[in-house]
């Protein structure tokens, strides 16, 4: 159901909509976190590192795909808060033509270059081969990833997060099961073990690509409009692209980041890939989390810029803050003081490194979860405001010190464990940007079209 988010109470408005993008959110990561216990617990050590490994690389097109669901859905929640229907179905149908196009082009570009990444990344010999299958495997699945990004992206514009938590719990929870039976009873069908997971995945996501796309035509039938819509508009495509090349750019980097920091990791031995794949996984599910609820936040800021109706940004920023902090607090707790544990739950027998890496991680940095909270739900709103210059530059200043730290910190006394000292050097300095761009925005006057 399509909901206007321009009228009604703003913290009611704005909970109401970002809790099932959590539920959501909770059951996408559930994909990864499914493959890596699956892995760990049935497959070894050595598999969970390929898997963990191979994310990394992955990343770099969940990048592209996040671009073309945050640059549609900014767009169409602008539209659809000035109820602007036909260019809102024909921004739609645009999304749809360049996103197959790019994922084409990510396709043909990931399954020529996969031997090429691995190595980049300094892959050990041992998980080279299952890490290489994974990812395969996974680039043929791309055109599920592409477009169940953009149907998500065009829900959460309308106002409608219940339907897309409805998909990824079914598919999340029918993919758990898949990859049991993958690895065992059908194990015989797979040549290494991990592809087993990795073809459980891709069938699943499959799944509930079709099914979004089917029910966000269907939304379109209650969304009237005088005439038909054009399917293409270059005047639109750049609208989409000033949101969504910088999001292609900060998920990107991050992408590139991750696998600078992969290659260093990697040097430190399977134990330490081990550990460390088991607790980002865990840290995977907070800031993919917290991130999900800032483009919650960026849909409902655009709504109301689109309506006219810029004072209830502000309103929208303190509740969505209230509402982070609400969900950092256990998860802070939970992996400080039992990381240990969680990091078992990937691993049946770990090594000391692996243990020791994966309590050690998320130690350093739960408690910081608070800061880089803040600093997503300010970069919700200026993404919301299409302010993608300063939103660039918060974000960039962040994920550059990450990665210059702790390549830097790993090669003094502190070893791996400097790596991960760089995660909350990079959120505090890039939250104080954050906060002050947010700080600064004139929600006063209508200046966005």
Partial sequence: MNKDLTVGKPSTVVWKFCVPLFGSILFQQLYNIADSFVAGKFLGENALAA?????EITLIFIAFAFGCNIGCSITVSQLFGAKKYQELKTAVYTTLIASGILCVVMMAGGLLG???????????????????????????????????????????????????FLFLMSSSLANIGMDILFTTKLAFLFSYGVDGVAWATFLCQGVSCILALVFVFRAFRTIKTEGKAPIFSWNLLGRILVVAIPSILQQSFISVGNIILQSVINTFGTGV???????????????????????????????????????????????????????????????????????????????????????????????FYFVVAAKLVADGVLRGAELMKKFMIATFTDLILRVVLAKALSLTALGATGIWLAWPIGWMIGTVLSIAFYRKGNWNTDHYF
Avoid at 51 to 55: A, D, K, M, R
Wanted: charged share 10%; proline share 5%; with cysteine.
């Fill in 51 to 55: 898997v963990g490994n191979s994310y």
């Fill in 114 to 164: 996969s031997d090429w990444l691995l190595r980049l990344i300094h892959t050990p010999q041992e998980v080279f081969a299952a890490s290489k299958v994974y990812l395969d495997i996974y680039i043929w699945g791309l055109p599920f990833v592409f477009y169940y990004n953009v149907a998500t992206g065009i829900f959460s514009a309308l106002g409608n997060s219940k339907t897309p």
């Fill in 273 to 367: 890939m081990a550990g460390y794949s088991a607790s980002i996984k865990l840290n995977n599910l907070v800031i993919t989390s917290l991130t999900t609820l800032g483009n919650g936040i960026s849909n409902f800021t655009a709504q109301n810029i689109g309506a006219q109706k810029l004072p209830r940004v502000r309103e929208g920023f303190k509740a969505g803050l209230k509402l982070v902090w609400a969900l950092c607090l256990p998860l802070a707790l939970l992996y400080f003081f039992a990381g240990k544990y969680l990091v078992l739950f990937f691993l049946d027998t770990p090594s000391e490194a692996a243990l020791h890496t994966g309590v050690t991680f998320l130690r350093i940095v739960a408690p």
